[in-house]
């Protein structure tokens, strides 16, 4: 069992800057590729970044490139979302997400474990 607690959500202004944090525990965190996805109100889930085992491997969704980063620090069993240029339509849940899959899935069939999501809520 892998539990995934995330941090870091608010309200911010259009322009802003957030950092989500995940916090793991339970089995070892490095065996496990993340992910964070998010699901805003009458919209589908979508994930926006995942990071392999490693963090060698790393994905992000068309809507967030050269904006989030996601990264990993395996000693810290903790993955971050480092969230800049924040816009409204990045307003949303966002949720942290384990697999055991080596390599970064955007899939969110493949993961196993999830976190109980944060808020972030990005006003114009």
């Known amino acids: 069992q892998v539990q995934l607690v995330e941090s870091g959500g608010g309200l911010v202004q259009a322009g802003d800057s957030l950092r989500l944090s995940c916090a793991a525990s339970?089995?070892?965190?490095?065996?496990?590729?993340s992910g964070w996805f998010r699901q805003a109100p009458g919209k589908e889930r979508e994930c926006v970044a995942a990071?392999?085992?490693?963090?060698?491997?790393?994905r992000y969704a068309d809507s967030v490139k050269g904006r989030f980063t996601i990264s990993r620090d395996n000693a810290k069993n903790t993955v971050y979302l480092q969230m800049n240029s924040l816009k409204p339509e990045d307003t949303a849940v966002y949720y942290c997400?384990?697999?055991?899959?080596?390599?970064?899935?955007?899939?969110?069939?493949?993961?196993?474990?999830w976190g109980q999501g944060t808020q972030v809520t990005v006003s114009s």
């Open positions: 990071i392999s085992r490693s963090g060698s491997i790393i």
């Open positions: 339970g089995r070892t965190f490095s065996r496990y590729g």
């Open positions: 997400a384990a697999t055991s899959l080596y390599s970064a899935t955007s899939y969110g069939h493949d993961y196993t474990y």
